[in-house]
């Protein structure tokens, strides 16, 4: 539902809790400030997370997952992968029985069932990793742990820790589609990317 505000401003009512107005107000100054938001399809935020409210549709809850993939991962990202695990509080299983963590690679050689790896950050948020294939990491999140900022933030703190250990952009989109990515994160320059051509 649109409304118009006391202030002038355009309301969308997309179900989610809404920002204060005067956030909203100084955000929507910071979007007119930004250089060259009027002429880019994506606007980049160096050392600063999107919040979120940022992002449309981003934890929206329409029955989906959102994915995080990572991609041209090789051995030596998998075992950094496998480093970055013993920060974060996992559980495993496979073919649906709970089992000892093998190692990524040793998931990834072994096609005999379903593999099922949980990391559980605070919030609490679940990220899902299934190891499909060696070239890609992908793992998955239910928006329905998304129910504000605090959960969002563990999300986008995992993300940055992810891309960082493994030296490789990270994207967050719907799920199944890899090329229509909600937000990038480059680990270089520590820079979020918001694509605004996401639908």
């Not at 989610?16 to 935020?45: I, N």
């Not at 999107?50 to 029955?63: C, M, S, T």
């Not at 075992?79 to 974060?88: A, G, K, T, V």
Request: proline share 7%.
């Amino acid at each position: 539902m649109v409304e118009k505000s006391g202030h002038g401003l355009l309301r969308v009512d997309s179900g989610l809790p809404q920002p204060p107005l005067d956030f909203q107000l100084g955000h929507l100054l910071c979007w007119l400030e930004w250089p060259g938001s009027a002429r880019s399809s994506h606007l980049e935020r160096p050392s600063m997370r999107p919040n979120f409210y940022e992002v449309a549709g981003l934890w929206e809850r329409d029955g989906s997952l959102r994915d995080i993939y990572v991609q041209g991962t090789e051995a030596v990202h998998w075992d950094r992968f496998d480093q970055l695990l013993s920060r974060y509080k996992c559980s495993y299983i496979f073919d649906g029985a709970a089992a000892p963590f093998p190692g990524s690679h040793s998931a990834l050689g072994n096609r005999e069932g379903l593999h099922g790896l949980s990391i559980l950050l605070d919030g609490p948020v679940e990220i899902c990793c299934h190891f499909f294939i060696a070239q890609q990491l992908e793992l998955d999140i239910s928006p329905e742990e998304i129910a504000g900022p605090q959960a969002h933030d563990e999300v986008l703190s995992f993300v940055e820790n992810l891309a960082g250990a493994l030296e490789l952009s990270a994207d967050i989109t719907p799920e199944n589609a890899e090329q229509m990515p909600f937000l990038t994160y480059v680990p270089q320059s520590r820079t979020w990317r918001i694509h605004d051509d996401c639908k």
